[in-house]
């Protein structure tokens, strides 16, 4: 990824097992790669529609993790069906072909509407430079997980109604965020000088997208809220903040990510068309899950909404969160926290929480998920929260 401040080389850019960053993942298809991010169900890769433009491959995804390195393929890819040549709807689905690595970390996506103004941590497989010179690095070289940071600067609508026809394309309003690349001066911040956002940068920690990093995260609370698209160098009245004037990720210019906060309905809706045998009636839900002998398999949780929206175009929304019982986060299940929506056109929706297989004979085990903070209905008089538990079926052998 991306390029930065100070060389690649420097350690505040480099991602270790465990730092946080083992579910950014490489997107490879025909000979050409990008990047994507491991989404909460830990079995689909968010990732840009355009690296599947044209292509008709297979893709394959590779995981870098404190386990050792695995390249898994998929079964299906989801472009978003109004993605454009404006690079509007920038934004593809990957489902894996087996359970993604259990070292790996899973990302919710933000959800609030408050992007603008905040640092974000971006991550890529890009080629590497830094803001002097722009993207060096030979597309021969191996690729490398990078991190750096910036800051939200603006809408990409809003900096449209500021250049016009001096930007080339047209930015559905409030579905993409952008960012400039800053190097502490205010004659090279872009979005200073054309839309008079000024801000000089985070320093050593600054950095961009640049070829290779498309589809990469910028998380904010460790959610994602954008999806890497583009960077372009603009100018407007003779002001050309670029400081060599080449589309090459070089101090100056401004990149764009899909906001994911727009786009929660279709990434939500997505995933629930395509767990696999989720139930749909409270008789259909198993409150008993056989362990495996290794990846992950879903116990499903089944919320259920009964009552009557005061307003048909109502979110409903609760907050959950899993709870050891005998069973342990972390070595019988992946632990999971978040808000679950459900959108006008819903009444129920299921949670995922994924078991983890082994072979070690073992006495069964339970765990809970607790749900709380409903917005937009209630849970009755007096409740202000409702528990449900799963048992882990050992299959190893145990004797009790």
Not at 346 to 365: F, L, R, Y
Request: proline residues 4%; hydrophobic residues 35%; charged residues 20%.
């Amino acid at each position: 990824m991306v390029t930065t401040t100070a060389y690649s080389t420097d350690s505040r850019y480099r991602t270790y097992p465990g730092d946080g960053y083992d579910g950014v993942v490489r997107v490879s298809i025909d000979g050409f790669y990008g990047t994507g991010t491991l989404l909460f169900d830990g079995r689909a890769i968010l990732t840009s529609a355009h690296l599947f433009e044209g292509r008709a491959g297979s893709a394959s995804v590779t995981f870098d993790t404190g386990s050792g390195t695995q390249t898994l393929g998929t079964t299906k890819i989801l472009p978003h069906p109004g993605y454009d040549a404006d690079s509007n709807n920038d934004l593809a689905i990957a489902w894996l072909s087996e359970t993604a690595p259990v070292a790996a970390d899973r990302y919710d996506i933000y959800r609030d509407s408050d992007e603008v103004g905040q640092v974000f941590a971006l991550s890529g497989y890009g080629r590497t430079g830094t803001g002097s010179t722009g993207a060096t690095s030979p597309d021969t070289q191996s690729p490398v997980r990078l991190k750096a940071a910036n800051r939200f600067d603006a809408d990409a609508a809003t900096l449209k109604s500021y250049l016009g026809s001096g930007m080339a394309w047209t930015p559905l309003a409030g579905t993409q965020l952008i960012a400039d690349f800053d190097n502490g001066t205010s004659s090279h911040d872009a979005l200073g000088q054309l839309m008079y956002r000024h801000d000089t940068g985070q320093g050593l920690d600054e950095g961009l997208i640049g070829p290779g990093d498309s589809g990469g995260p910028a998380f904010i609370q460790n959610e994602i809220a954008g999806v890497a698209s583009y960077i372009a160098s603009l100018t407007r009245d003779g002001i050309d903040p670029d400081i060599d004037r080449l589309t090459n990720s070089s101090f100056g210019e401004v990149a764009a990510w899909q906001r994911v906060s727009a786009y929660q309905q279709w990434i939500d809706q997505s995933l629930r068309a395509n767990y696999a045998g989720a139930p749909t009636r409270p008789e259909e839900v198993k409150k008993e899950v056989v362990e495996g002998s290794s990846g992950t398999r879903y116990a499903y949780f089944l919320l259920q909404f009964t009552g009557v929206r005061s307003d048909p175009g109502e979110i409903l929304s609760v907050d959950y969160v899993t709870r050891d019982g005998t069973a342990l986060a972390g070595s019988d299940y992946l632990a999971i926290s978040g808000t679950l929506n459900l959108y006008p056109d819903e009444n129920q929706a299921v949670i995922p929480v994924e078991i983890i297989g082994d072979s070690t004979p073992e006495p069964s085990e339970y765990f809970c998920l607790d749900v709380f903070n409903p917005e937009g209905g209630s849970f009755g008089e007096g409740v202000v929260k409702l528990t449900a538990v799963r048992t882990i079926l050992d299959d190893d052998g145990w004797l009790g």
